[in-house]
Structure formats: structure tokens, C-alpha cells
């Protein structure tokens, strides 16, 4: 297992790389509160406050904040029940009830809460680390995965975003990516064209390596947008055009 330090390197490496706007976030998921770092921020108990989730891992990624949310902190339905913060209504009722659900839950009382930070400054061992990207940065990043683990990436589209890249990923150990919901839009100020892409905290040194392998190797590495007749080919176009008889660079 990576230690703090080691972590911390990877968060920075991972801006580094792949150019980000804001921070990864490490994850982790409380089971007391005696796991809650001195110093995090707590915004029911610090401020009287309460947040959605999402926008907690925006204050996370943007302000660098360590922030802990238990289930007085929460101002939206999805993480509690996604969390196992709280017992599922049966049945829910009334405008915006979930009726199917559809992502994987902890089970209730597993946990008391979640615990984020910025993966460059966190000190504590994760579960999970969340980055948020463009498209762009998005490829990279899956084109760097082993031939054996692309075929095992999960995507989700749809609502509950906060869910889908926290409870799945860390229960089934899988990559996955998502697209941010509404709720990710409106409320935690995510931009548009950015996804999720979420990275189990027991794949992270082997994704780094990847990652650090294509951004040296790779062909697709640092691309720059052009338009522009008869560019300059990799060897292998070259190679694949002159064995079908056809002009290549």
C-alpha cells in the first residue's frame, strides 16, 4: 500500500500530467468520527451550514479544503441513502422520490459519513480518488489503463452522480466514469464539459504508472488541435499505407 507521502505525490503528478483545473480528491469513507482529521472542516458543527455532496467535493477540488460530512451535514437525498447514512423510506413519496435505484448503496449504519480532501495535501489513507476532467483529459486517462482493465470500465449517465462514482467504484473496485448530473451543474459549479472519473484508492499506483508510461510513450500524448491536409503520420499509418499500396507522409 502507498504511503501519505507517496499519495501526495500522486496527486500531484496527476495535475501535472494531465493539466487539471482543479485538485483529484481523495476519498475515504468514515466509519467513526474518530476517524475525522483535527482541523477539517465541518460545516454543521464550524457553520451552522449544510451542503449537497457535490458540492463538497467542489470545495474540496477548488478550495483545497478538507471537509467532513456526516449525515446533519447533508442538504440532499442522494448520499444519504447511496451512503447508508440513513434507512430508505418505503415507500418514498411526493415530487423527486428516487423509485428505482439504481447504484449501488453501503450498507446503513456501515458507515457515519465521508471524509474528502485534495489527493496533493490528504492525511489519511483513502478509499477512493475522484477526478474531475474534460473530455480531453478523460482520454488520456482511459487510454492509459492496461488492455485488460479498458474492457472493465463502467460508465453511468445518469442521476445520482454523487452515488455512481463513490458507492460503485469503492464496492466493486472498478474504474468508472461519470457524467456530472444537473445537481452537479446548478449547485457545486461544475463546468461544462468536465466528467467524472473515479479511481479506486487499491488501483492508483498501478494507474499512475500507466499514466506516466503514456505520457512518455504514447503517440496520443500531448496532441495539439490542427486542420490541416496530409499531416505528419506515426510510423505505423505510414507503415499500414504503404502496405496498402497508398501515399503516406
Not at 468520527?33 to 464550524?46: L, N, Q, V
Amino acid at each position: 500500500m502507498s504511503s501519505i507521502h507517496e499519495i501526495n505525490q500522486y496527486g500531484e503528478e496527476l495535475e501535472s500530467l494531465l493539466c487539471l483545473r482543479t485538485s483529484p480528491v481523495a476519498v475515504r469513507m468514515l466509519r467513526s468520527e474518530a476517524e475525522i482529521p483535527e482541523g477539517a472542516f465541518r460545516p454543521k458543527k464550524d457553520k451552522n451550514k449544510h451542503y449537497a455532496q457535490c458540492q463538497v467535493f467542489s470545495l474540496s477540488r477548488r478550495d483545497r479544503l478538507t471537509v467532513a460530512m456526516l449525515k446533519e451535514d447533508n442538504w440532499c437525498l442522494g448520499p444519504i441513502i447511496a451512503y447508508g447514512l440513513a434507512e430508505m423510506p418505503s415507500p418514498p413519496s411526493g415530487a423527486g422520490a428516487p423509485t428505482e435505484i439504481q447504484y449501488k448503496r453501503f450498507k446503513v449504519g456501515q458507515y457515519v459519513g465521508i471524509l474528502t480532501a485534495p489527493l496533493k495535501s490528504a492525511r489519511f489513507e483513502s478509499d477512493l480518488i475522484l477526478v474531475y476532467s474534460d473530455t480531453n483529459q478523460l482520454r488520456d486517462m482511459l487510454l492509459s489503463l492496461k488492455e485488460e482493465e479498458k474492457s472493465k470500465v463502467r460508465t453511468n449517465l445518469f442521476p445520482i452522480s454523487c452515488a455512481f462514482c463513490v458507492t460503485n467504484p469503492i464496492i466493486d473496485n472498478e474504474y468508472w466514469v461519470n457524467l456530472p448530473d444537473p445537481g452537479e451543474y446548478v449547485r457545486a459549479l461544475t463546468q461544462p464539459g468536465e466528467m467524472i472519473f473515479s479511481i479506486p484508492a487499491p488501483k492508483l499506483a498501478e494507474f499512475m504508472e500507466g499514466l506516466s508510461k503514456f505520457d512518455k510513450e504514447s503517440m496520443f500524448a500531448h496532441e495539439q488541435m490542427m486542420m490541416q491536409a496530409d499531416f505528419e503520420q506515426p510510423d505505423i499509418y505510414k507503415q499500414m499505407f504503404e502496405s496498402w499500396g497508398m501515399e503516406h507522409s
